[in-house]
């Protein structure tokens, strides 16, 4: 319950900038760093486990890795369960049920049915419905859960132009914000003019993600952004590196690129003690 309680003073007083872990060494190293709270990343956990994104690696796996960020951290934990693992309002509200017992107190929910629907994503209703079910599981559990509702219209480009895409967001962002959603996401927007259209129209706190090209969070932030999270970006990063750490040592015989961001052995013994 007081982590819960942090967690939501964190995202209603703005200016909350959110690392997502996907296992945890990067959990712990975020949490050095001086994170308040901490995310998943779902596409994270799963390249680290050998799954492509988008729910293939099912709601076990994913809440099992989710139960190993929450337990080896002391900060608030925010869970990145993509569709919910289950098209249904129910399937929805296990996985609730699951994530809470696992020791976090947000999560992020997002629309995309990932080929469940016959759209790209689930309809607003049947969203909603989805939503009120997570809300309603959460506080059977006595939780005040952070419930944090993607909307993945600018993630896949819908609309037939930008101003349909943001009738849109706006559309669905307010009737989440409705059925029971604290928060609105919108991955994939870094526009700074859009970013403050849709904080003025959605009656909610806005979360966008950091991404490469992305304005600076303190610019995310004056937009109208309350929380900015880094995704799934800090781990495509280590994997870029891992990438080029492979290739000059194969090709050339060298380290440079591991000695650039070497973390010692002494460092990680102590990270784990």
């Not at 080896?72 to 929805?92: C, F, H, L, Q, T």
């Not at 939503?131 to 993630?155: K, S, V």
């Not at 304005?215 to 970006?233: E, K, M």
């Amino acid at each position: 319950m007081k982590l819960a309680q942090e967690f939501r003073q964190l995202n209603q007083q703005g200016q909350f900038l959110l690392a997502n872990a996907w296992d945890i060494a990067s959990a712990r190293i975020f949490a050095r760093a001086g994170f308040p709270a901490l995310g998943t990343t779902s596409g994270g956990i799963a390249y680290s486990q050998g799954f492509c994104d988008a729910e293939l690696i099912g709601r076990d796996k994913m809440v099992a890795q989710i139960a190993a960020i929450a337990k080896s951290v002391d900060v608030p934990v925010n869970a990145d369960i993509e569709a919910g693992y289950g098209a249904a309002p129910e399937a929805v509200a296990e996985t609730i049920r699951q994530v809470i017992a696992a020791g976090v107190v947000g999560v992020n929910l997002e629309d995309n049915a990932h080929g469940s629907a016959d759209t790209a994503l689930f309809a607003v209703d049947a969203q909603c419905a989805r939503i009120a079910a997570a809300r309603q599981a959460a506080d059977q559990a006595g939780l005040p859960l952070w419930i944090n509702a993607r909307t993945d219209t600018f993630l896949l480009g819908l609309g037939e132009d930008i101003e349909a895409r943001i009738a849109m967001s706006i559309q669905r962002g307010n009737a989440y914000l409705a059925a029971g959603a604290d928060m609105v996401f919108v991955p994939a927007l870094a526009d700074l003019a859009i970013i403050a259209r849709l904080a003025q129209a959605i009656k909610g706190p806005l979360n966008i993600m950091a991404m490469p090209g992305a304005p600076i969070a303190q610019d995310l932030f004056n937009a109208g952004a309350s929380r900015v999270s880094l995704g799934v970006c800090p781990m495509l990063a280590v994997m870029g590196t891992l990438r080029d750490i492979a290739e000059e040592a194969r090709k050339t015989g060298s380290w440079q690129n591991m000695e650039r961001s070497f973390y010692g052995f002494a460092e990680a013994e102590e990270l784990f003690a």
